[in-house]
């Protein structure tokens, strides 16, 4: 049998790893990255000297033919992100998707190592009911995106996205004017925590109604800073 093992990294703090990543990362023959030169930190700081080979969304077909032929010649590989669970959010699942075709080798074994991941620690500090939640990963720019905020607003589940510093500021007003007009001064059955650059040196947690959060953003410029988790519940 031969084995692609999908890793989770750190989203930030490279402390924050298993130890079964850190062996895995040593044992296997060769390591699949969203970029080199960010895996390359980890792996300098815990002394990991398996090579790495690129791996993203834009990877023309020769380079998955190339980690196919890997496998078959039964190398073992490693499959990471820059932060976090590789497929969640994230073209990791995509490789795994054409490699378990049933064309492909079925003596592929595609082993999850679970670890860091920005949804699961940002619902854990949230709060709100994580019983039963919607992840929508990053909204779309354009089509499609008012059609999904005003789904956000009424929906009875917990939801969470991700967001960018660029358009931070246009979710949370989206969120505001898609309320009932009573309530849109502030927001007052939605409550929000919106998370920034977690487990990073300013890491920050803004909680509250659309309102009150996106006016402590704009307060300060730093504010605006990052990359953000949003969790929106009643």
């Known amino acids: 049998m031969v084995s692609l093992y999908v890793i989770a990294t750190p989203i930030g703090n490279l402390e924050d790893v298993t130890l079964r990543a850190l062996r895995i990362l040593r044992e296997v023959d060769f390591i699949l990255c969203e970029d080199t030169r960010v895996t390359k930190k980890l792996l300098v700081k815990y002394e ?3 090579p790495a080979i690129s791996y993203h969304q834009h990877s023309a077909a020769p380079k998955v033919e190339k ?5 078959k010649q039964g190398k073992n590989l490693a499959l990471v992100t820059d932060a976090g669970t590789p497929g969640i959010s994230d ?21 999850p190592v679970p ?13 709100l009911p994580t019983d039963e939640f919607l992840f929508l990963g990053f909204l779309p720019h354009k089509k499609g995106r008012q059609t999904l905020v005003k789904k ?6 917990t939801v969470v996205v991700y967001e960018s510093c660029h358009r ?10 898609n309320l009932p007009l009573r309530q ?9 925590v919106v998370c920034r650059e977690l487990t990073k040196m300013f890491e920050s947690v803004y909680r509250g ?8 953003l704009q307060s300060d410029q730093n504010n605006l800073k990052g990359e953000f988790v949003i969790v929106i519940g009643k």
């Open 48 to 50: 990991i000297k398996t």
């Open 67 to 71: 980690i196919i032929e890997l496998l």
């Open 91 to 111: 073209p990791g699942n995509k490789l795994i998707a054409e490699l378990t075709e049933v064309s492909r080798d079925p003596s592929l074994q595609v082993i």
């Open 115 to 127: 670890g860091p991941s920005a949804l699961t620690a940002a619902l854990s500090i949230s709060g």
């Open 152 to 157: 956000i607003v009424a929906s009875e589940r």
């Open 168 to 177: 931070i500021v246009k979710f949370l007003q989206e969120l505001i004017d």
């Open 184 to 192: 849109a001064g502030g927001g007052a059955n939605l409550n929000i």
């Open 209 to 216: 109604t659309p309102s009150t959060v996106l006016a402590t």
